[in-house]
């Protein structure tokens, strides 16, 4: 499989639908402090089913949702979908192109599509459960985890190696 | 369980060893389980032992020393079980530029299979990469997804200040 | 014991806010107590908001503001009571070039009656410093201080790069 | 006061007599990933009375000494002096320079000097507790410290409070 696009709406600091497009390759993403490239790996974690608020940097999940700025006002609901190019079948599904999809409502409700069908949040989990693509997976690494990774504490060192079995 | 996770583990101790020779140039690495009799319980000890030093513990090292074994160590895993993208934040931001350019190496053989994706501050990460996304945040507190270059033509490092402001 | 340490917040708060205007170019900053009654024991509280955001707290800010964030309170204790020296290890790694240019600015007024020493990757504080001493292993584990550059006379990058080998 | 030289020998990976000048105004340290910078950082704390060995990166203070490489034996003793120009008496001493040393034998005894004069732990530590240069306040900051400064948990702030006041 591989990743086609990111689409964020209401998410974080992109109130605006934004498109992240995805190239075969190494890509990198740069700009000033605080502009919001972090807020765009919190955005495909998130659309992975991650339910981790600690790892997306905060402690209520209605946080992801874009909170307004001095001349914005909150809005309502963030949305996330990601496109996959799966025509090598490497992920559980029949169809050769997927879209997952996320949204919270600040109500606190929240949907899960794949190819705009409803659906729970397990199976988008289980979709990539087992593809090395989880939420949990090795597959995104950030500074935090660097550390974690060799300090005393073993617990986020074993949960790698789980992972990679 | 148990035999997997046993044969994931020698897997993983042999990537760790190769990965490090390719970070460091030398020295030894070794992933021991502490009791081998219980793998699925049992602590993970990782050595590090730059070439010519003798470290006694992890935590003598440098903090770039400890950035690298961390990379050798996720690339390890990596390699027991691709993923098919990987999403990389500021995780160049402790290593000198010697380093930075043995990472990026690695990446760039990986990355003929797995979609890499960096956030990066440093300036040979950004020349190493295919396609240079940029995020700005003219109105403040709103993200915007801009391209700043894409297959390595035309743009130069006055386009990426360009986005500092 | 009481009215010192209200005397030290409040002196500490006023400098709080003018660093973080001179880092942050706007916004605003405040450090609260969280029981004004009992300021020997109350939690203090550090508000960080940079212009035109309303971020709820302080983890969900970038890495880069927060390191800035802690850089404005740092120097603003450092005002209270200046130290005769000041060393720094590596504080400017998580910043954009432009903030490491507004950090270095407020370095060098301090440093007309301060001792600083930073040790850093970042060529622009390289650049900045009046001395440059690089540390060299030529043999493996065995260090050596080595005098690059004295008062910002006749070195070049080059002779920064032969320190890597 | 303003500091003048630090002298190592057999410190962390420093095993020959070495030099650092301190000159006034900025000084920047550079050099690859593992040479020793921040080991001149541990040094001076060291020798200005720290005691606390998480902050130097071990956990018995032996582990200062060096240790050895793979082809050279480790140390018996580790000896850092600092010499300081006290002209303006801001450090409550009669002498107009100083010279404070320490050694740690591997024996687990130490010997505290000034002036060459033996003298204990305590009158170190008193010499510098009111300038704010004590090994315990804000004029040494590292990476973590940064992180500690902002956290949910208050200790290391309300620290740095009480020593500016
Ligand atoms: N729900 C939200 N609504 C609006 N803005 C938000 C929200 N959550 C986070 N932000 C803003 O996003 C900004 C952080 O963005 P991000 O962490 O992506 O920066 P960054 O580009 O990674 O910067 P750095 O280079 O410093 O790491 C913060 O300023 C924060 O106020
Ligand atoms: N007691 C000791 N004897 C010998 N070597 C030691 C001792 N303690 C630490 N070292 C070595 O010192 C090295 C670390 O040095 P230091 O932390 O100063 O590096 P650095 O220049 O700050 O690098 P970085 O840029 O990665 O932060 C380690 O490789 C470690 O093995
Ligand atoms: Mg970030
Ligand atoms: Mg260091």
Excluded at chain 1, 94 to 109: A, D, H, I, M, P
Excluded at chain 2, 107 to 115: C, D, M, S, Y
Aim: hydrophobic share 40%; with cysteine.
């Amino acid at each position: 499989m591989y990743l086609k696009n990111l689409e964020l709406v209401g998410f974080k600091s992109f109130p605006e639908k934004s498109q992240f497009l995805f190239n075969k390759g190494i890509t990198s993403i740069v700009g000033p402090n605080g502009c919001g490239k972090s807020n765009l790996l919190d955005a495909l974690r998130w659309v992975l089913g991650e339910q981790r608020t600690s790892l997306l940097r905060g402690t209520k999940m209605e946080e992801v949702i874009f909170a307004g700025t001095r001349t914005l006002k909150p809005l309502g609901m963030a949305e996330v979908s990601l496109n996959i190019d799966n025509k090598d079948g490497s992920l559980p599904s029949q169809y050769g192109e997927l879209t997952v999809s996320r949204r919270l409502y600040r109500s606190g409700e929240s949907e899960y599509l794949i190819n705009k069908v409803p659906c729970r949040l397990k199976d988008i989990t289980d979709l990539f459960a087992d593809s090395g693509v989880g939420a949990h997976a090795y597959a995104i690494i950030q500074q935090e985890m660097v550390d974690a990774i060799l300090s005393d504490k073993n617990e986020e060192r074993r949960f790698l190696f789980e992972e990679a079995a | 369980a148990k035999a997997m996770f046993l044969e994931t583990i020698n897997k993983a101790r042999d990537n760790f060893k190769q990965m490090y020779q390719e970070l460091f140039t030398g020295g030894e690495a070794d992933i021991i389980l502490e009791d081998e009799s219980d793998p699925l319980e049992s602590r993970i000890e990782i050595v590090s032992r730059p070439r010519g030093k003798k470290p006694l513990t992890i935590t003598q090292l440098s903090g770039g020393e400890r950035a690298l074994t961390a990379i050798s160590l996720l690339f390890a895993l990596y390699m027991v079980k691709p993923s098919p993208f990987c999403f990389l934040d500021e995780i160049d931001a402790p290593l000198d530029d010697v380093n930075v350019g043995r990472f990026l190496k690695i990446v760039r053989t990986f990355a003929r299979q797995t979609q890499f994706v960096i956030i990066t501050h440093n300036k040979i990460t950004m020349e190493a990469a295919d396609t240079l996304y940029g995020v700005t945040m003219e109105e403040p507190g709103v993200s915007k997804v801009v391209a700043v270059r894409f297959k390595k033509e035309a743009e130069t490092d006055d386009t990426i200040l360009d986005l500092h402001y």
